[in-house]
Structures are given as C-alpha cells and as structure tokens.
C-alpha cells in the first residue's frame, strides 16, 4: 500500500473518531456532495449517454473523484480554459518535442487526442451545467506528452517507459493508455516500468485497440499482465465491430461507439474506439479510489470486473469481446465485494520470473563417476618419403610379390604345354602314312 494512501486513509480515521467525541456515540453520516450542474436541455451534456448507460450519474450521489489523480499519457491535455485549466495539476513531455508541461498537442493527426481522451475521463463540465462533463469531474490529472511516429525523437518504446515512472513519482493513482502497438509482445524495457506501477499501487487501465484501424487482436500493452484492458461497445451494451477488438486478457467493456470529447482548440467533437472505452473506466477507477481512500489497486479492478453486467451470449469470463460483462459504476462503488490479495488481471512479476528467464533455476551438480578410457595406442612412426620410381616395402609386399607368385606359375605352366604341342606334332611328323 502506498504510503499516501495509508496517510489519506489514516485522515479519513481521524475525523471519524473527531465526530464521535463531538456528538457523543453516535457519527455522523457521510454528507451527500452537492449535485452535480446538469442541464438536460444542453445537447452535449445529453448526447452523454453512458452517463446514465454505465450508471456514472448514480455514482455522483457517492463521489465525483476527488482527491484521485489520473495521468494520461497520449498526445498532450491541451490548455482549454473551463475544460481543464483546474484538472490538470501537472505534466511533463517525454517526447522530445512537447512543451515541459506535457500541455502542447502532439501530431498533426494526433494532436487531439489526448484532450479527447481526458475530456472522458474528468473534463470539468461549465458552471451552468452544460458542455462536456467528464466521468470523474472532480480528479486531478497529469498530462504526459508521447509522440508518435515523426511527432517524437525519441523511441516510443523509451518514451512510455519514462512516462509511467513519472506518472508514478508524481502522484498517479491511475493511469490511462489508449494506444496500442498492434503486437502481442512488448520491449523489455516495459517490465520495469509497469512493475514499478504495480509496486507502488497504481492501476493501469489500458485501451483493447479497434478492427477498424487495423487491430483484429488485442496488443501490447493491453497484453501485459496486470493492466485492466478495455474492450468497447456500442450504445445498445453489443461489441463494436469497428471501434473494439477481440482478446483473452480483456477484462471490462465500456461504451466506444457515438462519443464525444472537447478538441485542443475547444470544440466538441464526435468520436469513437477503445480510446475513449479506456478513459471511462479509468474515470470509474478514480470513483471508486475515492469513496474508498484506503483500496489498493488490485480490489479497484477486482470490484470493476466483480460488479461487470453479464452479456447476453458471453460463453465464458473472460470472454474475448466482453471480458467480465459491460461496467456498472454504481454496483462497484457500493457493491460488497470481497476482497483479493492479488491482481485478477495477473501478475506481471512473475511472468517475467517465467518467460524472461529473470531468475534460472541453478543446475543439479552431476552424482554419475565420469567412465575411465584406456589410451588408444601409440601411432605408428611416419616413414621417409621416398622416390615415387622405385618401390617401396609396402608395394613389394602387397604388389609385386603376390604378381610374382601367380605370374611364374602361370609361365611354367604355358611353357609345359608348349613343350608338350611340339613333341606330339614331332612324333606324328616321324609316324609313316598309311
């Protein structure tokens, strides 16, 4: 447990027992927060419609975020005043290019996106109750600025490596990633950098990818164990066939179809992904920290996947389109749910321990006597080379010697019959004819 939190929880104590010896035995109950400006009749605050779909406005009875901090590392949470002049409390660059805040949009293509994404998340909604509200309006963020592609200098893997240990040192209780690299694997220098997010109690939310930008699979770092990946669905609770992707570690749905989100230069725009799936649910996270100051990050995704609505036609949990079902922000913030003494979504120490071979086990020491061989013998000593002309003893042994035997033989023997011939023709020459 982070030491802040434990701080936080430790004041939370304190005025508790300060209330007691106030009024006697009886504490007082949990003051309800003010309600939150609504105008039904602005049309941006009503095209809204996960507000009430993921039941974000009944959990606005309980709390609104405050005292949680959400780090969106993206394109960079431009400086639209109303929007999130108040939101964002810090901010820093890592692409090499960005403004030290983190604050300068990054990309021509890209360059919205991050406000996009944080106007999801805890955009601050105007005073009279219109414009864009985000779903946890009353958290802090942190604006860290990544590049993409030409937009940076440096190595994006480098770039999301620093990044999340900024977020870390700087007070992120949540972080947000809706980008995806389209593979299943990741750099190694991303184990450290989720490792000491984890190690130091802060959950990752991480964005599925979409089929219609490509990603027919989910990839790094939705792969990563310990991440809660979002997959996205449409405004009936049904898996978009656009703006969401399928994968065996997606743990909670949440609406990415028909979105809305505030541009750098203001306008609200219409968009959609898991881009935008990622930050609502980062926004429920930042709910339930905070009705809850003393959860640990591993019971926030528990009661995320725990509370899940069920989906119609989900074989399995996970399902690979739906994960645990489709979010419900009141059923976890309220819900009685047991508590967990590890990350559901896995542990990512131990798949390093497993699959980067992090720790080897030693080698058994060999108990077998290594078998005695004699010495072959002794070479033979090289001869002389002599003259190729004359013959050697092994020729005469193996050559001329054995030609000898069979050849004199074979001569006396002709010689014989020779000899023979001439004394049968002589005497026949001698014997008178008849």
Known sequence: MR???MLRGAVAIAVVVASVLLLGSTASPTPTPPPVPDDPADPVRA???????????DAWQTTRGKGVTIAVIDTGIASVPGVFDQAVVGGTDVSGTGSPDGRTPLGAIDGNHGSWVASLAAGRGAEDGTGMIGVAPEA???SISVGFGAAARVPFTEQVAKGMRWAVDNGADIINLSFTTNTLDWDKSWDDAFLYAFEHDVVVVVAAGNRG???????????IPGVLTVGG???TGTASLEASTQGITIGIAAPSEGLRGVSAD???VNWSGTSGAAPIVAGIAALIRSAHPDIDAANVINRIIRTAIPVEGMTRTPDPLYGYGLIDAEAAISSDVPTVDSNPMGDLAEWVRLFRRAESEPQPVPTVTPVAIPPLPAADAPTEAGSPLLPSADSLRYGTLPLIALTVPGILVALGVTAAARRIRSARARTPHS
Do not use: H, K
């Open 266 to 268: 203001g306008e609200v």
């Open 47 to 57: 095209s809204e419609y996960w507000l009430d779909g993921a039941r974000i406005r």
């Open 233 to 235: 669905v449409d405004q």
């Open 213 to 223: 930008s490509g990603t027919n699979i989910i990839g790094a770092p939705a792969t």
């Open 3 to 5: 030491p802040r939190r």
């Open 140 to 142: 802090n963020l942190l």
